[in-house]
């Protein structure tokens, strides 16, 4: 069963930086897109980051509205890894952060999340 290892959440002060980190536990060769998410308390989950791994528009990254010019995503060439570096963070990207696989099949995996907290 494939399983996403999240690695690199913390406590920290506003406009630090932090990356995550999301490796797959074994090799599979069927992802469409990797991504990020987050759950703040009281909010839905949403969308992040996402970068689409294969096809004619593989390499194609989308970022949520908020967070674009602040977050990078991107991946390790050759391996199901993929990173989202966070710079000038704000109390409002204090969440929940779940990395996220869909494969070409349909299936999707979560991993089990890290927390980001982010103080004023």
């Known amino acids: 069963q494939v399983q996403l290892v999240e690695s690199g959440g913390g406590l920290l002060q506003a406009v630090g930086s932090l990356r995550l980190s999301c490796a797959v536990s074994t090799p599979i060769f069927s992802i469409n897109t990797m991504g990020w998410y987050r759950q703040a308390p009281g909010k839905q989950r949403e969308l992040v980051a996402s970068?689409?791994?294969?096809?004619?528009?593989?390499?194609?990254?989308n970022y949520a509205d908020s967070v674009k010019g602040r977050f990078t995503i991107s991946r390790e060439n050759g391996k199901s890894t993929v990173y989202l570096q966070m710079n000038s963070l704000e109390p409002d990207d204090t969440a929940v952060y779940y990395c996220n696989l869909k494969s070409f099949s349909g299936a999707t995996v979560w991993g089990q999340g890290t927390q980001v907290t982010v103080s004023s």
């Open positions: 970068i689409l791994f294969s096809g004619t528009r593989g390499g194609i990254l």
